[in-house]
């Protein structure tokens, strides 16, 4: 069969049932290992006929096949204790290294934190057969899931938690063209989330496969880190729906709680394409990671820092940040000094209120840069919203077509952009210009007359701004009138 909307939606229908199902959150956690289970095994069914002598990681009597497919199988309070105490128990407990055993890491690194909230075997076993209707290895059944997840995963996942906002598929997709990543090359996301930008990434690099050796450079490309369990579950999940056989380089952990000296060059990337969370603050301690002279609490600007770290000698990066970032000062101004010093920020697409509508109203930009050599000019694209449209919204999001304008701008960094021209829309700014302003990278259009933002969260912004700056003069006035009692006594 083909998997439709109505299949997603049944199954949904019957955890709403489950005592033990509180939220969206809690759905496709449960969605998502059993989905994780059943894809894991239908990849393994594909890799025995490949391969004589195949071991599973998982113990016999805890594979998909050998416990879920039999529709008239094991249910009620028989299903909720062996899933409880044997499936959870032996999987949360695999010892496994990532690499004498990346099948068994993977699979122990999904459920160390996973959890079965639900309380009904038989309402368990009626979605478990549900699932079982899909078969992934059926290229129309898996492309057609591919889609539907992606829905599930901007329907169902609690957006908008300490700045972490669901990428629209439009952007990644324009980011990860533009940077072009190739075969030979190491892709990094270090706050992979769900893993849009990876599985946006993996579809233009499979692009480009033409031999075995290829598909082999195809599933070492690419490498992610997600801190949170829920995400990580997803982005696994994701992976081996786009075709990663082994997902061991999406590692569930914290990118920022490691002290940025002991990176080396084994550590380093030749792209990042990320959007950092932002508008949240980490745990205390974990700026102490940092540089003293950039240190912050403030997570999108400590993932700034990092990426910059990260690059190779030309590597590239394109990365989503707010408006706050590129007019604040402090810590801010001496980050956007070391990125503009270190690497060439060529390009900064603006993008309008509510491409990440119904999640947050924050204006945000898409930062494009290579390390290597400092920047001496950074272009600046407005993009503007489709005809009849004064914002986006959740039934009319941004489309990847919207971006042809910026592509056929776009031009090469091989001839320093040479054949970019300014417009309307599109201005070109020079270091000496940012750097007089003290690193404010927020430089308006000149084409256009000076807009007032009614904006909520842009006056919210700007008021914060405001507050930084009033208290940045109070402690000059207090280091000045210290120093005139030190002079008098």
């Known amino acids: 069969m083909t998997i439709s909307t109505t299949l997603i939606k049944s199954i949904q ?28 095994d239908d990849q393994e069914t594909e890799i025995e006929m490949m391969r004589d002598g195949y071991v599973s ?13 039999d529709a008239e199988g094991i249910t009620g309070d028989g299903l909720l204790g062996f899933v409880n105490n044997d499936l959870f128990g032996a999987l949360k407990g695999l010892n496994a290294d990532a690499v004498l055993n990346a099948r068994a890491f993977v699979v122990q690194s999904v459920f160390e934190d996973a959890f079965n909230y639900m309380k009904s075997g038989q309402l368990l076993r009626q979605v478990i057969n549900k699932i079982n209707e899909i078969d992934f290895n059926n290229r129309q059944d898996r492309h057609l899931f591919n889609d539907l997840y992606e829905k599930i995963l901007k329907d169902l996942q609690s957006a908008g938690n300490a700045g972490e906002f669901y990428t629209p598929r439009a952007v990644t997709q324009f980011m990860v063209d533009m940077v072009n990543p190739q075969l030979s090359e190491k892709v990094l996301d270090p706050a992979c989330g769900t893993g849009g930008f990876l599985a946006c990434a993996i579809e233009h690099l499979r692009t480009q496969v033409k031999s075995v050796e290829d598909e082999s450079r195809l599933q070492q490309a690419i490498h992610g880190v997600e801190k949170k369990q829920m995400p990580h579950l997803l982005c696994v999940t994701n992976m081996l729906l786009h075709g990663i056989e082994i997902p061991f380089q999406i590692r569930h952990d914290n990118t920022l709680a490691r002290p940025l000296v002991s990176y080396g060059p084994r550590d380093m990337v030749d792209v990042i394409l990320t959007n950092p969370p932002f508008g949240g603050t980490e745990e205390p301690g974990i700026e102490s990671n940092f540089p003293a002279d950039v240190r912050t609490k403030e997570t999108a600007d ?21 408006d706050g970032t590129l007019f604040g000062e402090g810590v801010k101004t001496r980050i956007k000094e070391k ?51 004064k914002s986006y919204s959740k039934t009319k999001p941004i489309r990847i077509d919207e971006f042809d304008v910026e592509k056929a701008w ?11 021209v300014e417009s309307e829309f599109a201005w070109k700014v020079n270091i000496d210009d940012i750097r007089a302003k003290g690193f404010n990278l927020d430089q308006k259009n000149p084409h256009v007359g000076e807009v007032i933002s009614h904006d909520p969260d842009e006056l919210l912004a700007q008021y914060q701004a405001l507050q930084a700056d009033a208290q940045g003069i109070r402690d000059q006035l207090k280091a000045i009138l210290a120093a005139a009692l030190e002079g008098k006594v």
């Not at 776009?410 to 970019?420: K, L, M, Q, V, Y």
């Open 339 to 389: 990125l503009l010093s270190e690497c060439n920020l060529h390009t900064i697409v603006r993008l309008p209120n509510g491409v990440f509508a119904p999640y947050t109203g924050i204006k945000t930009n898409l930062l494009f840069f290579t390390k290597g050599q400092p920047t001496k000019d950074v272009w600046y694209y407005e993009h503007q919203y489709p005809a009849g449209y």
């Open 13 to 40: 229908d019957i955890m709403r049932q489950d005592a033990g199902i509180d939220g969206d959150a809690q759905r496709i956690s449960q969605l998502s290992w059993l989905f994780f289970l059943k894809i894991f």
């Open 57 to 69: 990681p998982i113990p016999e009597a805890l594979r998909w096949r050998n416990w879920a497919a």
């Open 410 to 420: 776009w031009g090469s960094e091989a001839d320093g952009f040479a054949s970019r």
């Open 302 to 322: 400590l993932f700034l820092v990092l990426i910059t770290e990260l690059l190779k000698h030309n590597g590239r990066a394109a990365v989503v940040l707010p």
